[in-house]
């Protein structure tokens, strides 16, 4: 299918499909009375996405019976599935943290662990988690990981806590993609390795569900223990202390993929924010008509269009010079994306008055997904460190050059 076709199959997929599906699942989530079960119309929306030609459209390498989009074609896809965040990217294969764990398989996977764990997941029959962070280290700074794996015999053993695992208190999700330290003699950089758990593995523990703000998102995000946890030593992804360069892989497109749907949460709610006032009165005027409110219009407007030519600058970058050069352009975009989409949903859930807080508006769960983005795949500060990071060294590599550029100018005139 070319991609503007796509784009159309896709909105017409959100009129016709998903947005009437938002008050079903809700109600259907109410009845089952756990948090964490599957409500009956996730599969009827996912076989509606199947039948529509949208399934597994993220992932760039070539898997059998997959078409690879760009990430610059993929953006205005994951953008609208963004609107209807909870529902779209699950319906159709492309939600966190499956996403990443499905390209990091695709690229380092050996032929056996593709066949046991990519090939239901690309075919959307199971779910898998990402299990980095820890309760006891700063883990915005990955060499800090502490989680032990080692090496007795032929299996490896696993001891630690982890947190904030995302998915892994659902019941469809089977496999814990594992980092921790493997190599603690190696450098900084090479000390740790990725194992493939299988979640029922003895020694595992789901602790207790970390609450977002109060909230216990569907998607759960677990606290777990592994204690004396024992698997084959095949279940090794990769080489060891190949880990935190996967882990690095993983993200790129896994942070470039939030701010896609960052942008079309921010959309929607721009869109409610419009609907809302231009229906009320308030002192004789409409509300759309108050210069505040107008100002909002405009302000979220433009600073929504200013982080979509950012986002497909970072994928036009990815798509022609590759992920590591486009790392810290991938990194600013975490740092404005996720930021921006919290202040325009901010805005119209003030515009909207009491009613954008409660249930009958998407706007409040949006905002809490929105502002949890500033921390999930590394906070803001850490990806402001990046960019200051490659900014510094652009300019003093052209200071150092040979060929007279601005900055030697600005040098002379400091020094003179
Ligand atoms: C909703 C949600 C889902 C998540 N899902 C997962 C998941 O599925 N799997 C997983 O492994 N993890 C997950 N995480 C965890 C997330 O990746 C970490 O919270 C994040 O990397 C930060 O680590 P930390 O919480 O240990 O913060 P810390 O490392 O303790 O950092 C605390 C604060 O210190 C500041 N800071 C850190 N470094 C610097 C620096 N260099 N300069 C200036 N300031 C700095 C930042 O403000 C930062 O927020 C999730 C988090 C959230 C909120």
Redesign the pocket.
């Known amino acids: 299918m070319q991609v503007p076709q796509l784009t159309e199959t896709m909105t017409d997929f959100m009129i016709s499909s998903v947005y009437p599906a938002e008050a079903v699942y809700a109600r259907q989530l109410e009845e089952l009375g756990d948090p964490h079960a599957q409500p009956p119309v996730m599969e009827e929306l996912k076989a509606e996405a199947r039948r529509r030609g949208l399934w597994n459209l993220f992932l760039p390498h070539a898997e059998p019976g997959h078409t690879p989009l760009s990430n610059v074609e993929y953006a205005p896809i994951a953008e609208i599935a963004g609107r209807s965040l909870h529902l779209a990217p699950e319906a159709m294969n492309c939600s966190?943290?499956d996403t990443g764990n499905m390209e990091l398989l695709s690229l380092f996977a050996s032929p056996e662990q593709k066949e046991r764990w990519l090939a239901p997941l690309l075919d959307g029959k199971i779910r898998s988690?990402?299990?980095?962070?820890?309760?006891e280290?700063?883990?915005?700074?990955?060499s800090?990981i502490s989680f032990t794996i080692e090496r007795d015999g032929d299996e490896l053993v696993l001891n630690g806590k982890?947190?904030?695992?995302?998915?892994?208190g659902r019941p469809e999700c089977t496999l814990l993609i594992v980092?921790g330290l493997s190599e603690p003699e190696g450098s900084r950089h090479a000390r740790h390795s990725v194992v493939l758990v299988p979640k029922d593995t003895p020694g595992i523990t789901l602790e207790r569900e970390l609450t977002?703000m109060g909230y216990h998102?569907h998607?759960s995000?677990m606290e777990i223990n592994f204690d004396n946890v024992r698997v084959p030593a095949s279940s090794l992804l990769g080489r060891p202390g190949q880990g935190f360069a996967m882990a690095q892989a993983r993200l790129g497109p896994g942070r470039i993929h939030h701010c896609m749907r960052l942008i079309g949460m921010a959309e929607r709610a721009l869109e409610i924010m419009v609907h809302r006032t231009s229906s009320r009165v308030a002192f004789g005027v409409p509300l759309v008509d108050q210069g505040v409110i107008r100002e909002w219009i405009a302000d979220s407007r433009v600073e929504i269009d200013q982080a979509r030519h950012y986002t497909m600058h970072a994928a036009h970058l990815m798509d022609t010079v590759g992920n590591k050069a486009a790392a810290s352009e991938i990194s600013g975009i975490k740092v404005v994306v996720p930021s921006m989409a919290t202040r325009v949903i901010d805005r119209a859930i003030q515009a909207c008055g009491a009613a954008g807080l409660s249930q009958d508006f998407p706007l409040a769960r949006l905002w809490v997904?929105a502002r949890?983005?500033?921390?999930?795949?590394?906070?803001?500060?850490?990806h402001?460190?990046a960019v200051a990071r490659t900014e510094i060294k652009r300019l003093q590599s052209a200071l150092d050059g040979e060929r007279p550029t601005l900055a030697h100018h600005l040098r002379q005139e400091q020094n003179s």
């Open positions: 966190a943290p988690s990402y299990v980095m962070t820890e309760p280290v700063a883990s915005a700074d990955a800090n982890k947190w904030w695992i995302s998915g892994a980092l977002v998102p998607d995000h997904e949890t983005v500033r921390f999930a795949d590394g906070p803001d500060e850490v402001r460190r």
